[in-house]
């Protein structure tokens, strides 16, 4: 597999944008994918926002497995981080978390009270690429008030959303510098949030079907109908290209639409509810 990283120049000055933007703001949603928390989390932020209220948002967790949720949110909690689970297209879900904003921010409204000052929360809304930033603050502010999308790279400048109470400070998604941990690079190219045109899809399906078979062999199975779960990833990929019709003239396998199509089933969800990390 191809050493992967994506650190784009205006991610620098995102990372700046957010740095002077922090003066003027009461908190901070950190916005993880349910699906790969750990590989989520730039450490980078993190350091960033270490004076600062934080809310960790675990968002599409609709497609993550729901007791997978539970035990990230149990051991973020451990580790001093105040968490949600949700998915932006539940509005109960949405309520919960503008209701826990003002939980979080409680003492400093009731100093501002104390002192009659009574004016809206301002909060900036950060994470990686693709975590659905966007799409929440969309929900918060009950309309489409910030531009969407489902790849990396969307939101280029920040935007701010004006509510009843609260201002929303949409931010570029910003990947760490450099990445450490392969895995969670790999596990990150997986759910979209790097830049697709640097990804070899080929050699990211491969690696997911040896991942797959060996820590989630029933889905490969459930979905692609694989029953030798111990033959080599290379077998099962051949299998899949065979049993999806990816096939070119001669009987070639098409690995370049076959690769693509496994990626884009786990994205949307139709290879089966996991939680990577």
């Given amino acids: 597999m191809q050493h992967l990283q994506w650190f784009p120049g205006h991610m620098t000055a995102a990372v700046r944008m ?33 004076n600062k209220k934080i809310l960790y948002v675990l968002n599409k967790s609709d ?11 149990a051991e973020f909690r451990k580790e001093g981080k105040e968490t949600v689970s949700l998915s932006a297209t539940n509005k109960s879900a949405i309520d919960n978390l503008y209701n826990k904003i003002f939980v979080m921010l409680k003492e400093k409204l009731d100093r501002n009270k104390e002192k009659g000052v009574f004016k809206p929360v ?14 929440i603050i969309n929900a918060l502010s ?3 008030k910030t531009v969407t999308g489902d790849k990396a790279g969307v939101t280029k400048g920040k935007q701010w959303v004006r509510l009843k109470d609260m201002d929303l400070l949409d931010t570029p998604g910003t990947m760490p510098p450099a990445f450490q941990n392969q895995t969670y690079a790999v596990h990150l190219a997986y759910l979209g949030s790097m830049n697709d045109a640097n990804i070899d899809f080929e050699d990211l399906a491969f690696e997911f079907i040896s991942e797959f078979k060996v820590r989630f062999p029933e889905l490969l199975k459930n979905k692609y109908g694989i029953e030798n779960l111990d033959a080599e990833p290379l077998d099962i990929f051949n299998e899949i290209c065979v049993k999806r019709g990816f096939l070119m003239k001669g009987g070639e396998y ?15 969800g139709r290879t089966g509810k996991v939680v990577l990390d």
Avoid: H, Q, W
């Fill in 142 to 144: 009950g309309g489409k």
């Fill in 63 to 73: 497609l993550a497995d729901e007791e997978g949720v539970k035990r990230t949110i």
């Fill in 254 to 268: 098409d690995y370049a639409r076959c690769s693509k199509a496994i990626i884009d089933d786990f994205r949307k």
């Fill in 122 to 135: 301002r909060i900036m809304v950060a994470g990686i690429p693709n975590t659905g930033k966007s799409t």
């Fill in 18 to 50: 957010m740095e002077d933007s922090l003066k003027c703001v009461d908190g901070v949603l950190l916005v993880l994918d349910a699906r790969a928390p750990r590989a989520s989390l730039n450490p980078k932020l993190g350091k960033l926002f270490e």
